[in-house]
């Protein structure tokens, strides 16, 4: 052995050569920490998403879109109709589907149930995207009027995030915070179209992003996207407008209905059944001609196309008038519940 071995075999005294193997237990303890930190990582991602978020954040995942609200809202409304249903069955007997209409109310009231929390966030939700369109023409316009003038995009856009802009103003700050931080402006304002999630505003930031990619000038797009949003929200609005005679011949349709029941109900039926009764004691002959009318099995039928009509007729409604039969819940509660209160208080 040389003087160079003896003094590398100092120097290296208590390292591990390369030919040498690591202890089991410390292969053991990092691959342990390994799993366990894959483990962790996978735990992570399933709260984040699916039945691991809904059971985390209940509220926030069954509110962010209105038709969410539906994975509760239904099982709610089965279990309430289930445990009425049960509780007539064992207090009344089975006659009672036949001799009374508590069956019928109990499902009117397991509808409501499953759909009110859903008409609830139906229209909160249209009052936001309306109120969001309706600011974003101003938003674009002014950003553009201030580049114009010579300030460059983040300072343009800072001053304009002093102004109000109804639901907006926080998305605009949140950019212009952004920006400041030297974002680019592209990737800035395709995060704000995402942020505000409304199909005007993706349709616009996608416009301008593109634009702003090809080099054009950046005034001149946002003027364009301003443009572009302002005729977009104003069609929807005369179509809105358009459409408000249809809803309104709907609604009548469905009055003139219950009304034509009514008559039906109270006079020509009545009359028939006052004449079956009386000539059910005139003999056999009698009854064999003028038959028996069964007034509550007539009554618990129109009600049942009442109530249909005026379900279907509500979505119909929000069809025609907003474009979308979800939006059209909240009429279809409106014409279920004048449709049961008719029923019920007045031909019942």
């Known amino acids: 052995m040389g003087f160079k071995d003896i003094m590398n075999d100092v120097l290296n005294r208590g390292q591990k050569q390369p030919g040498e193997q690591v202890p089991l237990t410390e292969v053991e303890r990092f691959e342990r920490e390994q799993i366990e930190i894959v483990r962790r990582i996978d735990q992570e991602r399933r709260m984040r998403a699916g039945l691991g978020?809904?059971?985390?954040?209940?509220?926030?995942?069954?509110?962010?879109?209105?038709?969410?609200?539906?994975?509760?809202s239904i099982p709610l409304a089965f279990?309430?109709?289930?445990?009425?249903?049960?509780?007539?069955?064992?207090?009344?007997?089975?006659?009672?589907?036949?001799?009374?209409?508590?069956?019928?109310?109990?499902?009117?009231?397991?509808?409501?149930?499953?759909?009110?929390?859903?008409?609830?966030?139906?229209?909160?939700?249209?009052?936001?995207?309306?109120?969001l369109e309706e600011a974003l023409?101003?938003?674009?316009?002014?950003?553009?009027?201030?580049?114009?003038?010579?300030?460059?995009?983040?300072?343009?856009?800072?001053?304009?995030?002093?102004?109000?802009?109804?639901?907006?103003?926080?998305?605009?700050?949140?950019?212009?915070?952004?920006?400041?931080?030297?974002?680019?402006?592209?990737?800035?304002?395709q995060r704000f179209g995402a942020r505000v999630a409304t199909p005007l505003a993706v349709r616009s930031v996608d416009l301008i992003a593109k634009a702003s990619?090809?080099?054009?000038?950046?005034?001149?797009?946002?003027?364009?996207?301003?443009?572009?949003?302002?005729?977009?929200?104003?069609?929807?609005?005369?179509?809105?407008?358009?459409?408000?005679?249809?809803?309104?011949?709907?609604?009548?349709?469905f009055a003139v209905f219950l009304f034509v029941i009514a008559v039906l109900v109270g006079t020509f039926l009545t009359?028939?059944?006052?004449?079956?009764?009386?000539?059910?004691?005139?003999?056999?002959?009698?009854?064999?001609?003028?038959?028996?009318?069964?007034?509550?099995?007539?009554r618990r039928l129109f009600s049942h196309a009442g109530f249909i009509q005026g379900f279907f007729s509500g979505l119909v409604a929000g069809q025609m008038g907003e474009g979308d039969a979800i939006a059209g819940f909240k009429y279809s509660i409106i014409m279920l519940i004048i449709a049961w209160v008719t029923f019920r208080f007045f031909i019942g």
């Open 271 to 298: 009359t028939m059944a006052e004449a079956g009764a009386a000539a059910a004691g005139s003999g056999a002959a009698a009854r064999q001609f003028m038959g028996t009318v069964d007034i509550f099995f007539y």
């Open 213 to 253: 990619k090809a080099g054009g000038d950046a005034s001149e797009v946002l003027r364009a996207a301003a443009t572009d949003t302002y005729e977009f929200f104003n069609l929807k609005a005369e179509r809105r407008n358009n459409m408000l005679i249809y809803m309104i011949i709907i609604f009548v349709a």
């Open 53 to 72: 978020r809904l059971l985390k954040h209940p509220l926030q995942v069954l509110t962010e879109k209105p038709t969410n609200v539906l994975f509760a």
């Open 79 to 131: 279990i309430f109709f289930i445990l009425g249903f049960s509780l007539m069955i064992v207090f009344y007997g089975f006659d009672v589907l036949f001799t009374t209409t508590m069956v019928d109310d109990l499902f009117i009231a397991a509808v409501l149930i499953a759909v009110i929390p859903l008409a609830i966030l139906e229209f909160r939700e249209g009052q936001r995207v309306r109120s």
């Open 137 to 189: 023409p101003n938003f674009f316009r002014d950003v553009a009027g201030m580049n114009d003038s010579g300030m460059t995009l983040p300072n343009a856009v800072h001053v304009v995030a002093q102004g109000q802009y109804g639901s907006l103003t926080p998305h605009i700050a949140k950019l212009d915070a952004e920006m400041s931080w030297n974002v680019p402006f592209v990737e800035a304002i």
